[in-house]
T-cell receptor, first 111, second 116 residues
Framework: EDQVTQSPEALRLQEGESSSLNCSYTVSGLRGLFWYRQDPGKGPEFLFTLYSAGEEKEKERLKATLTKKESFLHITAPKPEDSATYLCAVQEAGNNRKLIWGLGTSLAVNP | GAVVSQHPSRVICKSGTSVKIECRSLDFQATTMFWYRQFPKQSLMLMATSNEGSKATYEQGVEKDKFLINHASLTLSTLTVTSAHPEDSSFYIC????????????FGEGSRLTVL
């Protein structure tokens, strides 16, 4: 069964304390893996798309990487404003473009 | 960048009434929009795909007569929850894809529905 698992479920960091969030996936073929940020009571905001193993994308303090089985979202020297839930979604290769979503990692960065 | 606007952000209604949620693409045309539902501590659940000028495509288990979707123009899709019940209380979010891959989505702000 196709699935997306994110870990940890929740993470609390001190400001400046770097860490990584994990998204592992099981699909027969990967079309794309997507990272989103969601603030409480808001819709998700698109961050990155990764298409193939070895690919990396960066935006400010965030860097996303991809292997054949998982993706990491690295957060370098986080700030309190990075506090949010980070969602991972996978799109399987083929005609079905439906996204498979993970449950997300709730990140809290303390000042 | 592209913006999707959703309204209302919060709505409280009595059981048995109907509620309409609007989703607009503000600076681009969206032939396709997606409607999601999100419960606490659960993943985003795709309810239906809204197609401009044609009938919506509903996911398995979603009642099309209860969740009416209309996509009458290239910038507006609406979701109407008919005869709402407390179990319909949830966070409803619309989105529109960027390009044809449908994985990069612009989401609306979401609508919190509470049915009393």
């Amino acid at each position: 069964e196709d699935q997306v698992t994110q870990s940890p479920e929740a993470l609390r960091l001190q400001e400046g304390e770097s860490s990584s969030l994990n998204c592992s996936y099981t699909v027969s073929g990967l079309r794309g893996l997507f990272w989103y940020r969601q603030d409480p009571g808001k819709g998700p905001e698109f961050l990155f798309t990764l298409y193939s193993a070895g690919e990396e994308k960066e935006k400010e303090r965030l860097k996303a990487t991809l292997t054949k089985k998982e993706s990491f979202l690295h957060i370098t020297a986080p700030k309190p404003e990075d506090s949010a839930t980070y969602l991972c979604a996978v799109q399987e290769a083929g005609n079905n473009r439906k996204l498979i979503w993970g449950l997300g990692t709730s990140l809290a960065v303390n000042p | 960048g592209a913006v999707v606007s959703q309204h209302p952000s919060r709505v409280i209604c009595k059981s048995g009434t109907s509620v309409k949620i609007e989703c607009r693409s503000l600076d681009f045309q969206a032939t396709t929009m997606f409607w999601y539902r999100q419960f606490p501590k659960q993943s985003l659940m795709l309810m239906a795909t809204s197609n401009e000028g044609s009938k919506a495509t509903y996911e398995q288990g979603v009642e099309k007569d209860k969740f009416l979707i209309n996509h009458a123009s290239l910038t507006l899709s609406t979701l109407t929850v008919t005869s709402a019940h407390p179990e319909d209380s949830s966070f409803y979010i619309c989105s529109a894809p960027v390009g044809t891959a449908h994985g990069e989505l612009f989401f609306g702000e979401g609508s919190r529905l509470t049915v009393l």
